[in-house]
RNA sequence: GUGGACGUAGCUCAGUUGGUUAGAGCGCCAGGUUGUGGUCCUGGAGGUCGUGGGUUCAAAUCCCACCGUUCACCCCA
């Protein structure tokens, strides 16, 4: 065992796919990638511009955004000072966005803001599966406008989202919040509800009830769904307004086609949600199976579960292998020039056998391996081998580029990497 | 912070009621083929058995402590 691990709580991102030590599978940087750029695809046909900001923030802008007496704020904020500033790794991303909006006038720009944005976030929560200290959050924040059309197109954008990757068995949960002080009232009829049956909850749920009423309602226990479900909704107590707007961006997704189940007693944790609320969930996920829920993701793990395959590492074109000093100095000089002419070439700076160095082609799934030899040189020829037949042509010197780069890209069809 | 599980080669793991030099598969390197990969054969490198202490003639194995990892709880994504 080497001295150094990473940090717990966090893992590497490695050119090849691996299972950590807690049996959940990472995925490649490609597989990454392959996401990442979904993502951004999916934003762009949605006219949503990216936004990056510091993952360095005043504590003060995360600890006022998020809540003081929120559990982020109170012990899982990775928080340190220098000098007479307080800094924060950023435990989420909306606080830091809004601090940008604002600081860099982007109402300017004019009309309504669609911004997204996707990168690491840190919190010090005790580590478990799926759930990480430092994790990686992609969200959308749209600014400038409350008008249902808003809400509506957030969330048909995440099940698009999922839909672009692959994962169809998703299911879209909906409810309002409403606002800050009828939530209030609710919580209140909630407890008095509740508080009756406090001897069939179990310890946990009386915990909640006493810290959380809401949170009881996320109980996954059979008997204690039973009591749940006819407890005061969230729905009688919220105002007009409210209710009209929750209205409107049902019927938004009514007319969009996206399926949805209204569950009346769908809530979210932190308390500083309001209005629509919705959660995107994945039976393959068993338990923990929220997906998205106000613009949080747990990509990697749904994907894993749902099987889906993710483009690998590009295969190398070809493969120059070169026997003795002089070849593999021409062979160094024209792998560059073949990569400037937009070839993925591949050699070895060991100075290997030829058989390690086919052995090294082989592995790397290179289509054509060169061999260029003091025979080559001198008759300014390249042997071409096509390694999957194993047949062997020669090519001139000058007519490497072409050939390579019409019949290697023939045969290097992206090979998915089978995923889980 | 609380409870459980685990810690042997790069990876996945075996290792009997304690018994000699701690093994297998895969991976890696080399040879078989001094200019040719995949399959095959042969060989090789790679281990303070998590750390420290204790019991014993003898500890990977039993006991204790510590460290690390992990799952779950809390909370939440």
Request: glycine share 8%; proline share 4%; hydrophobic share 35%.
């Amino acid at each position: 065992m080497s001295t150094f691990q990473n940090i717990k709580g966090t893992f590497d991102i490695l050119p090849d796919p691996y299972t950590d030590d807690g049996g959940t599978r990472v995925a490649s940087t490609a597989e990454w990638r392959y996401v990442e750029d979904t993502l951004r695809d999916v934003m762009a046909r949605h006219n949503f511009d990216e936004i990056r900001t510091p993952i360095l923030e005043p504590t003060e802008l995360v600890a006022r955004g998020v809540g003081e007496s929120t559990d982020i704020v109170q012990k899982e904020m990775f928080a340190f000072e220098r000098g007479d500033t307080n800094y924060v790794l950023r435990p989420e991303v909306t606080a830091p966005v809004v601090r940008s909006f604002l600081q860099h006038h982007l109402e300017q720009r004019g009309g309504v803001q669609k911004l997204f944005y996707m990168g690491p976030c840190f919190r010090a929560e005790q580590p478990q599966k799926g759930r990480y200290r430092q994790f990686h959050q992609f969200g959308v924040e749209v600014l400038g406008t409350d008008d249902a059309r808003a809400d509506a197109e957030t969330i048909a954008i995440m099940t698009a989202l999922y839909e672009a990757l692959g994962i169809a068995d998703t299911r879209l949960r909906v409810n309002t919040l409403g606002t800050p002080d009828r939530r209030e009232k609710y919580v209140e009829a909630l407890r008095d509800y509740l508080e009756p049956y406090a001897d069939d909850l179990s310890d946990t749920s009386r915990r909640r009830l006493e810290r959380n009423p809401l949170r009881v309602l996320d109980t996954k226990l059979e008997h204690e769904q039973q009591i749940v479900q006819d407890a005061p909704q969230l729905i009688d107590y919220v105002n007009d307004e409210s209710r009209a707007h929750y209205d409107r961006v049902k019927g938004l997704l009514d007319d969009l086609g996206v399926p949805y189940d209204e569950d009346p007693h769908l809530v979210r944790g932190l308390d500083y949600y309001t209005e629509t609320t919705f959660e995107l969930e994945s039976a393959a996920l068993g338990a923990q199976s929220a997906l998205a829920g106000g613009g949080r993701e747990r990509l990697f793990l749904a994907l894993d579960a749902a099987d889906v395959t993710l483009p690998g590492s590009a295969d190398p074109d070809v493969f120059i292998a070169a026997l003795g000093q002089d070849a593999e100095r021409w062979v160094f000089r024209t792998t560059q020039k073949l990569r400037a002419d937009g070839l993925h070439v591949a050699l070895d700076l060991k100075g290997r056998s030829l058989k390690a160095q086919m052995k090294e082609a082989n592995r790397q799934n290179a289509p054509y391996a060169l061999i260029i030899g003091d025979n080559e040189l001198e008759a300014r020829e390249a042997t071409v081998k096509e390694m999957e037949s194993g047949e062997q042509v020669t090519v001139a010197f000058d007519e490497l580029t072409e050939y390579l780069s019409t019949h290697a890209s023939e045969g290097a069809e992206e090979a998915p990497v089978t995923g889980g």
